[in-house]
């Protein structure tokens, strides 16, 4: 319904929804380059959507976040945020972890903005207390949501590297990740559902 009605959809869940969409194509697409991958005979890794997806998803946080405050200068500084995090994740991938490696530090920096934007979006939101019933707030699903991943995603990446080599807790952190996955479909299928539930009821 969101994706039906996308022009009556306000833009903070447009920026979701292309999130979604993009999260989509991706998975497709690594279906078929996995499948591609063992009939090859050199092949290569998948890290590279990685790269590309973790570049798109910071943009599209970062605007979906910039769309809940009104203040010129803090517009701005979401601007400058948006640009620094765009050229570090370009550094990054030029000069320390190439499009063949797993984006460390750039998962870690887009981790840290979300969770400090998560932050800022609950200390504006209460004190606007311009929402009466957070339960039936779709944001509010939403950057709690995004906190609780983002952080979990921030603790992975920080003692990821000290226990790959530790098969048995190596695999409890990849399961940690799925369900991190898992829990954040769940949110935005909530929030998405409490969207159209509002598309509906305005038509």
Same mark, same amino acid.
């Given at each position: 319904? *969101?994706?039906?009605?996308? /022009?009556?959809?306000?833009?903070?869940?447009?920026? $979701?929804?292309?999130?979604?969409?993009?999260?989509?194509?991706? %998975?497709?697409?690594?279906?078929?380059?996995?499948?591609?991958?063992?009939?090859?005979?050199?092949?290569?890794? #998948?890290? =590279? *959507?990685?790269?590309?997806?973790?570049?798109?998803?910071?943009?599209?946080? !970062?605007?979906?976040?910039?769309?809940?405050?009104? +203040?010129?200068?803090? /517009?701005?500084? =979401?601007?400058?945020?948006?640009?620094?995090?765009?050229?570090?994740?370009?550094?990054? !991938?030029?000069?320390?972890?190439?499009? %063949?490696? =797993?984006?460390?530090?750039?998962?870690?920096?887009?981790?840290?903005?979300?969770?400090?934007?998560?932050?800022?979006?609950?200390?504006?939101?209460?004190?606007?207390?311009?929402?009466? #019933?957070? &339960?039936?707030?779709?944001?509010?699903?939403?950057?709690?949501?995004?906190?609780?991943?983002? @952080?979990?995603?921030?603790?992975?990446? !920080?003692?990821?590297?000290?226990?790959?080599? +530790? #098969?048995?807790?190596?695999?409890?952190?990849? %399961? $940690?990740?799925?369900?991190?996955? !898992?829990?954040?479909?769940? &949110?935005?299928?909530? @929030?998405?559902? $409490?969207?159209?539930?509002?598309?509906?009821? @305005?038509?």
């Amino acid at each position: 319904m *969101v994706f039906y009605n996308w /022009k009556r959809s306000n833009p903070p869940i447009l920026y $979701i929804s292309i999130i979604i969409l993009i999260t989509l194509f991706l %998975d497709a697409f690594n279906i078929y380059y996995i499948s591609d991958y063992y009939k090859s005979d050199h092949p290569k890794n #998948n890290l =590279f *959507v990685l790269h590309i997806f973790t570049i798109c998803e910071g943009i599209l946080l !970062i605007l979906y976040f910039r769309s809940f405050f009104n +203040k010129y200068w803090v /517009k701005n500084s =979401f601007v400058a945020l948006l640009i620094g995090f765009v050229g570090l994740a370009l550094s990054n !991938i030029i000069f320390w972890e190439s499009l %063949d490696e =797993f984006p460390a530090i750039t998962r870690t920096i887009e981790c840290t903005i979300i969770m400090i934007l998560s932050i800022f979006f609950f200390i504006n939101l209460f004190q606007q207390s311009s929402v009466s #019933n957070l &339960i039936q707030y779709n944001h509010f699903w939403l950057a709690s949501g995004l906190l609780l991943f983002f @952080a979990g995603t921030f603790f992975m990446n !920080i003692v990821g590297s000290l226990v790959i080599h +530790k #098969n048995n807790l190596g695999f409890n952190i990849y %399961d $940690i990740h799925s369900f991190l996955n !898992i829990f954040l479909n769940i &949110i935005y299928t909530i @929030a998405l559902w $409490i969207s159209s539930r509002r598309l509906i009821s @305005a038509q």
